[in-house]
């Protein structure tokens, strides 16, 4: 099945190559789509990337009855209604990183921009004056600087204006005080940060506790004549108090790559104040960043698409692991063993309980969990994915048990999954060869080695002649191609589980065929 992807806002072509060379990916790119010609593209994909432009409201997620990812090429997501996309199972992806040095840059241009007025001469001198008086700056060596947020960006930006011989302070309350002193940074309260600070910065997501949290009030505790820079979110720092403290020489200038409404209104009045300095949303506008930004999340779709997981998904449990690569696969080993369950489980479930061991019981089980679960409705009907998947089973009823044991029995890694219906019980184990060889591994306490892909003919039976005989004759009779079996017993002449690789999906009236014999208990057909 072709995965169709619509890129809505302009990214880097270079980038965007992952998706153009996977065979199984048709890409779209169509770019300043708004309303209903907006609802109109998104309908039929299957994916949707955007940058800052395109705002994915819920009536967007409405209108794509297909969509399963969203990604954002770049750090924030304030332009994508995560409640809505969680509510509908959607994966929301960023790239949190790729645009750090870009943004770090951006930051220090426009703290050298104010310290010595470059825009406001610049405009001046092309308007045909001279006027090296008015345009006096200051230098930053031994000025303090104030950096409100310590991830990423707000980190880069602390460790160069050390460089450039400045007194960084930083406010953050997750910041990592061992880091500040290791890279020389005296991590402050914000209030003491306010009146300390000649210029101040901030690096923090817009959020509820974020917005405006450079107002009024806090900026009349600013030291007075202080520079405020914002490459971050608009709405961290209120524009009307800003401009306020500005005519009232509380703030000496600021600085704004972005805005509370963007584009910026023509008639806003911060464009009547020569001391703040204005750039259209430039934090990430590099080559680099924005071939880096691309390139990651072109290949965080395709990797969804093939793996079942996206790494830098916002709305989904981390996963951490610490280098061992291989524990990623048992992100889609998990979905498979939940679909395959479901199909063979009979009745309604009241409880799914999953073991971690070994490697993979040292790591945070919530995604392999969720996805599990997932792949557990979707096998009973259910459109659920990792992001919905636990809440959806929570409102059915369903039980969901966890429990992890770091210590290796038969295999490095193993999952273990049980699911409970009110007509029994059936239990699968799984494990992950290699770099990515997804292997059943037990089946009801059974030993078994398959590859679960495709379709699978499951059998349960009394350990009798004639049954294998029986069900291949059957499925030849059928037309049905056998591509492999595996078989296995409790002991001889007792219970025996068998699956059955084939080519197609064997229709009911060849699965009543092969029940007719009496030594087989259950035949399902099951589809991966």
């Given at each position: 099945m072709t995965i169709q992807v619509f890129v809505s806002d302009p990214i880097s072509e270079e980038g965007l190559a992952p998706l153009q060379q996977d065979n199984n990916i048709s890409l779209k790119l169509k770019t300043g789509l708004k309303g209903p010609d907006l609802l109109k593209e998104v309908a039929e994909c299957d994916a949707l990337?955007?940058?800052?432009?395109?705002?994915?409201?819920?009536?967007?997620?409405?209108?794509?009855?297909?969509?399963?990812?969203?990604?954002?090429?770049?750090?924030?997501?304030?332009?994508?209604?995560l409640g809505a996309a969680s509510r509908h199972g959607?994966?929301?992806?960023?790239?949190?990183?790729?645009?750090?040095?870009?943004?770090?840059?951006?930051?220090?241009?426009?703290?050298?921009?104010?310290?010595?007025?470059?825009?406001?001469?610049d405009a001046s001198t092309h308007a045909g004056k001279w006027e090296r008086a008015k345009f006096i700056g200051t230098e930053i060596t031994g000025k303090t600087l104030g950096v409100v947020g310590l991830g990423r960006i707000g980190r880069e930006v602390a460790v160069r204006a050390i460089g450039l011989a400045m007194r960084v302070v930083a406010f953050d309350p997750m910041g990592d005080e061992s880091w500040c002193r290791r890279a020389g940074v005296t991590f402050v309260t914000l209030d003491e940060l306010l009146a300390q600070s000649d210029f101040i910065t901030v690096h923090v997501p817009l959020t509820d506790q974020t917005r405006g949290l450079l107002n009024k009030d806090t900026l009349a505790k600013t030291k007075k004549g202080v520079r405020i820079i914002n490459c971050a979110r608009g709405g961290i720092v209120d524009e009307k108090a800003l401009m306020e403290a500005v005519?009232?020489?509380?703030?000496?200038?600021?600085?704004?790559d972005v805005f509370e409404k963007e584009p910026l209104d023509p008639?806003?009045?911060?464009?009547?104040?020569?001391?703040?300095?204005?750039?259209?949303?430039?934090?990430?506008?590099?080559e680099e960043a924005q071939v880096k930004?691309?390139?990651?999340?072109?290949?965080?779709?395709v990797d969804f698409f093939r793996n079942g997981f996206a790494r830098q998904a916002v709305n989904l449990p981390p996963l951490d692991v610490a280098g061992?690569?291989?524990?990623?696969?048992?992100?889609?080993?998990?979905?498979?063993?939940?679909?395959?369950?479901?199909?063979?489980?009979?009745?309604?479930?009241?409880?799914?309980?999953?073991?971690?061991?070994?490697?993979?019981?040292?790591?945070?089980?919530?995604?392999?969990?969720?996805?599990?679960?997932a792949g557990f409705l979707a096998g009973l009907g259910v459109n659920a994915t990792p992001v919905n998947a636990l809440v959806l089973a929570q409102q059915k009823g369903l039980q969901i048990q966890e429990q992890v044991q770091p210590e290796a029995q038969d295999y490095a890694s193993l999952l273990e999954m049980e699911a409970e219906t009110a007509s029994g019980t059936h239990r699968l184990a799984g494990t992950v060869y290699g770099r990515g060889d997804l292997r059943f591994v037990r089946i009801?306490?059974?030993?078994v080695d398959v590859n679960p892909q495709g379709y699978l003919l499951v059998m349960h039976n009394d350990d009798r002649p004639g049954v294998v005989g029986h069900t291949?004759?059957?499925?030849?009779?059928?037309?049905?191609?056998i591509a492999g079996m595996d078989i296995a017993r409790n002991r001889p002449g007792g219970v025996a589980v068998s699956l059955w690789s084939v080519d197609t999906a064997v229709p009911e009236d060849v699965l009543k065929k092969v029940k007719t014999h009496p030594s087989i208990l259950s035949v399902k057909m099951v589809k991966l």
């Open positions: 990337m955007v940058r800052s432009e395109t705002k994915v409201t819920a009536e967007v997620m409405a209108a794509a009855k297909k969509l399963k990812f969203i990604g954002r090429a770049g750090t924030g997501v304030d332009n994508i209604d959607i994966v929301v992806a960023n790239v949190p990183g790729g645009n750090t040095i870009s943004a770090a840059e951006q930051t220090l241009a426009l703290l050298f921009a104010l310290a010595r007025n470059t825009p406001q001469a005519e009232s020489g509380q703030v000496k200038g600021a600085a704004l008639q806003s009045a911060l464009l009547k104040i020569p001391e703040i300095i204005l750039t259209p949303h430039l934090g990430a506008s590099t930004v691309a390139l990651e999340l072109s290949q965080a779709c061992q690569n291989q524990l990623l696969a048992f992100v889609g080993l998990a979905y498979k063993q939940g679909l395959f369950l479901a199909q063979i489980a009979e009745g309604s479930p009241t409880r799914i309980s999953l073991r971690y061991s070994g490697e993979l019981g040292r790591v945070n089980p919530a995604l392999y969990t969720a996805t599990a679960v009801d306490d059974l030993p291949g004759t059957v499925l030849s009779a059928g037309g049905i191609n």
